[in-house]
């Protein structure tokens, strides 16, 4: 059996006009706008005992009924699964999450994720991120490594969900990726939405795109390749990737927004073999930066790069300081 609530609202003279899903937001439900409209395409919101869609315009006096349901889970979700805990108190642990690892569970990964993993660890996470997401107050993607910040105690949680909005979290990655930037540093500032025809995938065409900012450093330079520190100053989804392959720099590794036939424009065998072997974004979360939650502490950490990028980026170093039949 699920967990459901039933929450009741009647439309008041300054909210007639509104959308029913921006009607919903205002109200502390803990839903975010992505989950209020999965939630009335489910049919669970009502207004005057109607299902209607998300973008109804509302009348003064319509009354408006949500059900809200925990989702199910089928499987025990705490997994005694090796975690990499770079620091950890009473109220926040910071992770350092190898690639291929999703972070919570979803169709298609209810097992293996970190969460998983998490809840076997401490039995006390969070709770405000729910079922699914217990502590979880941002996130990597599967294939990109690197340093996560999550909640013990949901004090921790609100305190560090609000640094993420007030957008106070430092965040800096390290990305390797292809082409030679004429200059050394670079602002992306391009709005990234849901892509206009590919709804699995993100774009700067987007229509209803988000303000997206992206500072950009050259670290190492090696010719076909650049490593990039990159400072998030907005977290979009995919932000990174898409914005520097719009650029004209996919992220090396990229299936999705890099283009598979980049490696095959290397002339060298050899170097084209070692960037086709990176099988994944060459993206790490290498620093992470904030007040801790609870005693203001502030907070800094700092993750090396993973043995798979660390290779290809010293090969790379190797190699542009010498002639390419060195390494024939």
């Known amino acids: 059996m699920r967990n459901e609530e039933t929450f009741e609202f009647i ?26 409209k999965k939630v009335v395409e489910e049919g669970l919101v009502r207004v005057n005992h109607v299902h209607t869609r998300v973008g109804y315009r509302l009348k003064q006096g319509d009354v408006v009924c949500l059900q809200k349901r925990e989702p199910r889970i089928d499987q025990t979700l705490p997994e005694n699964i090796p975690l990499n805990v770079i620091f950890e108190d009473q109220h926040i642990l910071v992770v350092d999450k190898p690639a291929g690892v999703v972070v919570h569970p979803a169709a298609g990964n209810q097992q293996g994720t970190l969460v998983n993993a998490l809840l076997f660890h401490c039995r006390d996470l969070s709770g405000i991120g729910g079922v699914l997401r217990p502590g979880i107050v941002h996130r990597l993607d599967k294939n990109t490594s690197g340093l996560l910040l999550v909640a013990k105690s949901d004090a921790a949680h609100r305190g560090l969900a609000l640094q993420f909005k007030q957008h106070e979290v430092r965040k800096i990655y390290r ?26 995938k993100m774009s700067t065409g987007s229509r209803r795109g988000k303000d997206a900012l992206t500072h950009w450093r050259v670290c190492e330079r090696y010719g076909v390749a650049t490593l990039l520190e990159v400072d998030l100053k907005t977290g979009r989804t995919h932000q990174i990737r898409v914005h520097l392959a719009a650029a004209g720099y996919p992220v090396v590794g990229d299936g999705v927004y890099g283009s598979p036939k980049r490696a095959n424009t290397v002339n060298h065998p050899l170097l084209r073999s070692k960037l086709k072997e990176m099988s994944r974004q060459a993206l790490h979360a290498c620093e992470i930066a904030f007040s801790h939650p609870v005693t203001d502490e502030t907070l ?18 190797r190699i542009s300081g010498k002639s390419i039949q060195e390494f024939d």
Do not use: W
């Open 175 to 200: 990305a390797l990726v292809y082409g030679n930037p004429k200059k050394d540093e670079g602002i992306i500032e391009t709005p990234v939405g849901r892509h206009p025809t590919d709804r699995k």
């Open 300 to 317: 800094s950490f700092f993750s090396p790069l993973p043995d798979d990028m660390s290779e290809l980026c010293g090969f790379l170093n």
């Open 11 to 36: 439309v008041l003279s300054h909210e007639a006009g509104s959308r029913l899903d921006v009607f919903l937001s205002g109200k502390r439900l803990d839903l975010s706008r992505s989950q209020i």
